[in-house]
């Protein structure tokens, strides 16, 4: 299908303009082939009026559990250790495939309406996240997280390289496959070698928690005498593109680490702050020029998937920590849920931006609302006003997934009820 968005504002975050007023994007196929004024050699099949609405690139969601919507609401107001030992761990342990692939999809709902059309997953069951990736036509990475436990190393491993021999590269391409060990202090040394190694049969990246709390960290330098970020370094984990979900207790060692890997840490403020884990230094790693991204985290320590809350954390949150009003402005904080997600998870050639020859993942916002009165700064707007609630359309590879609020893709009743009824079932059983 040729599309063409007329008229619309267009925030491109191609780190050359801020904004594009009052152009045009054209669409053939998965791919945007041209923007600004019209031409006449064009051939359109469905012309979407861009009045009032600004373009902005598919937001990236770099890191979440996305089957754990399952548990939204179900255990709060705990810290993180409690929080997964006495409530989270025992509940998924009675997931099944069908649990998490309603989960999921819920999720993906809640992501297509809230502008995210990337995400990266750290779960179980994946393939039935890979389903859900399939029917709703939007993009992602399937990580199969990694936890030893005894007996069932091998089993582990092998489900991640099904994973990938299943799922790399389908659905036209909109799905990849990583490795994610779940955590340094859930896999010992000897194991993360194994996964190691696993990636580089695969030649895949990684998927990983990184200092997450205060206690990791000390609990790391009593046991091995030093950080758990200089722990997989010396392991070799760096050595493959690697997705580094939180990094919040680093020293200035582990951020040099980080820079001279390449190593894509993923600032999750939402779930930092409500599981009182801390404030990792992002103002401090954007300057050494690290490529941070941003996440949700599951949605029951969140408990959201809603992207735009994570972009206004981010940047409010930070000024506060450095007291420093200049700190993570608009622009980083959009920056990190678009181009640089996209290059944490390897995909920054086709996605991220709106430019001339990358794949229309595109989000329009309604700008039409009395919170966005009056626009005097879009990129602002986006930052500090804007709602999830303000996405009107998602398209993904030049498909309309969403327009009007509408999902074409998934059934949304369905989904609500069959999840609903999922979560309950799984709580009661
Ligand atoms: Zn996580």
């Not at 810290?79 to 819920?106: F, R």
């Amino acid at each position: 299908m040729n599309l063409l968005i007329k008229n619309v504002t267009i925030v491109p975050m191609d780190g050359k303009e801020e904004v594009c007023k009052d152009t045009n994007i054209y669409v053939e196929e998965d791919k945007i082939i041209h923007i600004g004024e019209l031409r006449g050699d064009i051939k359109v099949d469905r012309i979407i009026n861009g009045k009032n609405k600004v373009a902005i690139p598919g937001l990236v969601n770099a890191h979440t559990h996305i089957g754990m919507s399952l548990f939204r609401n179900y255990a709060d107001d705990l810290p993180l250790h409690e929080w997964l030992t006495q409530k989270i761990w025992p509940a998924e342990a009675k997931l099944t495939a069908e649990d998490v692939y309603w989960g999921s999809l819920l999720s993906m709902v809640e992501m297509i309406q809230s502008g995210t059309t990337t995400f990266c997953d750290m779960y179980f069951f994946m393939d039935e996240v890979g389903r859900g990736l399939e029917e709703a036509g939007i993009r992602g990475v399937l990580t199969r997280g990694l936890i030893e436990e005894k007996g069932k190393e091998e089993e582990k491993l092998n489900d991640t390289r099904n994973l990938y021999k299943d799922w790399n590269g389908r659905g036209d391409g909109r799905i990849k496959v990583m490795v994610s060990p779940h955590a340094p202090y859930t896999c010992s040394a000897a194991y993360l070698e194994r996964i190691i190694d696993l990636a580089k049969e695969l030649n895949t990246g990684i998927h990983i928690h990184l200092s997450e709390t205060k206690k990791e960290v000390e609990d790391s330098f009593k046991e091995l005498h030093k950080s758990p970020i200089k722990h997989v370094y010396d392991l070799g984990l760096f050595k493959l593109p690697t997705v580094a979900a939180h990094c919040v207790h680093v020293d200035d060692d582990d951020i040099e680490i980080l820079k001279e890997n390449n190593v894509s840490p993923v600032n999750n403020p939402s779930s930092n702050l409500k599981l009182a884990s801390g404030f990792a230094p992002i103002d401090k790693m954007l300057k050494k020029g690290i490529n941070v991204a941003l996440g949700t985290d599951g949605s029951s320590s969140n408990n959201n998937l809603n992207m735009f809350e994570e972009i206004h954390l981010a940047s409010i949150v930070n000024k506060a920590v450095n007291m420093d009003a200049i700190s993570v402005p608009a622009i980083s904080a959009l920056e990190m849920a678009t181009i640089n997600g996209a290059k944490a998870l390897l995909w920054d050639k086709e996605i991220g931006s709106i430019e001339v020859g990358k794949k229309a993942d595109i989000v329009l916002m309604d700008m039409d609302k009395p919170h966005l009165y009056p626009l005097h700064n879009i990129v602002s707007s986006l930052a500090y006003s804007v709602q999830g609630s303000d996405v009107d359309t998602v398209i993904v590879d030049g498909n309309i997934i969403m327009e009007n609020r509408e999902i074409k893709t998934l059934d949304v009743e369905k989904i609500i009820y069959n999840a609903d009824k999922a979560s309950k079932n799984l709580i009661n059983r």
